[in-house]
């Protein structure tokens, strides 16, 4: 599996490890590092190198290959409704002298501006309860997280809420003329919308039972549901 740095546009990289990724968007004044992975890479040395410019972190959400390296950064954004499962259950524990990172807010609608980019914050239950897109209106562009993508979508386990993650797509699919491309954290990248509609009539389906269980790629407490465009994992 990959790990490996992919230099998209000036000033954006894809940061891959093993099947999840991070996303770096350096701005005039500081760096914003969209997720942390596993924690098998070294992050805080790849962004160092990419970028003179200090770096925050924000978390789609919480799940712990989306956190392994936070605590070699200062400051976390997510959205309050993940702080209470990463504080005692993600969050990976301080050893020796290590600094604590500071634990701060992301809401609904609020923007992050590095002057060359502005991500619109975008709340999208479901997956979990706090997990957040970020939109770039003006470069057409979505980071989606775990919420849209073509691969094993997770839907067991706490946190995790179907009816919430199918009204989720249906306002993603209604703000679907405000990106053209869309940046999820796994499986096939970029995408584009179009794959919106194919996770709305999975989940559907899912919900009304209308898809067959097989058995999971790995021991694991649930089933695999196959739709056309995706796999939900419940």
Not at 7 to 36: N, P, Q, Y
Not at 109 to 118: C, M
Not at 120 to 138: A, C, K, W
Request: aromatic letters at 10%.
């Amino acid at each position: 599996m990959a790990k490996e740095i992919i230099k998209v546009e000036e000033h954006f990289w894809r940061l891959e490890e093993d099947g999840v990724r991070s996303f770096l968007f350096e701005g005039t004044d500081r760096a914003m590092l969209i997720d942390t992975g596993f924690g098998t890479l070294p992050l805080k040395q790849w962004t160092s190198e990419l970028t003179p410019l200090p770096v925050f972190v924000v978390n789609t959400h919480t799940d712990g290959d989306h956190t392994g390296c936070n605590n070699d950064f200062d400051k976390i954004y997510m959205h309050p409704a993940e702080m209470d499962y990463y504080v005692f259950h993600g969050k990976k524990p301080i050893a020796g002298d290590d600094h604590e990172p500071e634990l701060l807010p992301l809401w609904e609608g609020d923007v992050i501006d590095l002057g060359y980019w502005k991500f619109e914050v975008i709340l999208t239950p479901g997956h979990t309860p706090g997990s957040i897109m970020l939109l770039e209106r003006d470069k057409r562009m979505l980071i989606s997280g775990d919420t849209i993508q073509d691969g094993d979508i997770y839907m067991f386990g706490q946190g995790r809420n179907l009816p919430a993650f199918r009204a989720s797509l249906d306002k993603m699919y209604k703000m679907s003329s405000d990106f053209d491309v869309i940046w999820p954290s796994h499986s096939t990248c970029p995408l584009t919308p179009q794959i919106i509609p194919g996770l709305i009539e999975g989940a559907n389906a899912l919900a009304e039972g209308k898809l067959t269980p097989q058995e999971p790629p790995r021991d694991m407490p649930c089933k695999l549901y196959r739709c056309d465009v995706a796999a939900f994992l419940m």
